[in-house]
């Protein structure tokens, strides 16, 4: 039995009234019906913010307006257009997704959670708010935005670092549903705790004065809603120490300056994104620059900076060797031209250094921190 009291069908009334009247409206992913587009935003704004994401999805939709278009291009198209989005296995999936809609569903999205959840890389929520909102399922999201506001509201104790918990929370969920089998009705109230939770429900200091279900928010009679939703298993942050060894090279024209570039490994950090080579310690660094041949050339040592991911905080020294003579073409790596790094996938540091550099486009931009 769910732990909501009979209050909570004036919970969905509410904040289906509250969307409509001061919820988000002109989000370029709103407004639509198309599977496709709703997918792409959902993933997008993964563990990113809306005002990142904006940028992002309209390049994203001009170079592939369909699930056809995303299938058909390569990894690496996909890549590069992620570039400095984050969470790279999200374009990973994204990309194995489209070409599973398309060879195992002709080009159509699944109309239901349960077999949208089927596909790669969409999860229970991700798959809830495609069918919320394109198919009308009466069927609840609980990304971090919803799990704060029902969680307060509730009061909602368990542990959610606990599968338990979520298991319990999902129920919670579900039974808060509206009870008309309206579809606008149900995009709105989804709609709803999404803009609730992201503007007035925030993680800091809730904004619970403007909030539609302040009256009856147990978390807010208990005079501290700010410590929902209860998590107590913590991921400890790790330091990574990184040396980065950019190679430049002029080949026929003095303006083609070319970085050697080498894919990263399929799983860690930077997955299969392009990278110049990277090495844990200084003594692995100048025995693979020794091992070269060109100990002689042209060489700088940058100032270190640290670039800060989820759980790591990378801490990146750049050497920047220029070479004299042209290189021989080696196995493992490319050189790409820095003209055209605007079409490869390159982890957002490592985009920095290069675009910083005297021979690049757009020279002079400082370091991703």
Request: contains cysteine; glycine residues 8%; positive net charge.
């Amino acid at each position: 039995m769910s732990r909501a009291p009979a209050r909570g069908g004036r919970f969905a009334h509410r904040l289906i009234q509250w969307q409509r009247a001061h919820g988000r409206h002109d989000l370029p992913w709103q407004n639509t019906r198309d599977p496709y587009r709703v997918w792409l935003s959902e993933v997008m704004l993964q563990q990113t913010q809306v005002s990142t994401v904006l940028g992002y999805y309209g390049r994203f939709l001009e170079r592939f307006p369909d699930v056809g278009s995303l299938a058909a291009a390569s990894e690496d198209e996909v890549l590069a257009l992620w570039s400095g989005l984050g969470y790279y296995s999200r374009a990973r999936n994204l990309h194995r997704c489209a070409k599973t809609v398309v060879e195992e569903h002709h080009g159509r999205f699944p109309d239901s959670s349960e077999a949208l959840v089927k596909l790669p890389g969409i999860g229970e929520s991700t798959a809830a708010a495609i069918a919320a909102f394109c198919f009308g399922e009466r069927v609840s999201i609980l990304d971090g935005n919803v799990r704060r506001v029902i969680t307060r509201w509730l009061a909602f104790e368990d542990d959610l670092s606990k599968p338990a918990a979520m298991r319990a929370l999902w129920a919670e969920a579900q039974a808060l549903l509206p009870g008309s089998p309206k579809a606008e009705d149900m995009m709105a109230y989804t709609q709803g705790l999404m803009d609730l939770g992201a503007t007035v429900c925030t993680r800091n200091k809730p904004l619970c004065g403007k909030c539609p279900l302040s009256s009856d928010c147990l978390g807010l009679a208990g005079g501290d809603p700010a410590r929902f939703p209860v998590r107590t298993r913590k991921l400890k942050r790790q330091q990574v120490r990184w040396y980065l060894l950019v190679r430049l090279a002029t080949f026929d024209d003095a303006r083609d300056v070319r970085v050697w570039l080498e894919k990263r490994p399929a799983k860690g950090i930077w997955a299969s994104l392009q990278s110049v080579p990277v090495f844990e310690d200084l003594e692995a660094l100048e025995a693979h620059v020794q091992a070269l041949g060109e100990p002689g050339d042209e060489r700088e040592v940058w100032p270190p900076f640290t670039h800060v991911l989820t759980h790591r905080d990378l801490y990146l020294m750049p050497h920047v060797l220029r070479l004299r003579s042209l290189p021989t073409l080696e196995g493992a790596g490319q050189w790409v031209a820095l003209s055209a790094l605007e079409t490869v996938g390159l982890p957002a540091p490592i985009r920095g250094i290069l675009q910083r550099l005297p021979e690049a486009p757009g020279q002079g931009q400082d370091l991703a921190t």
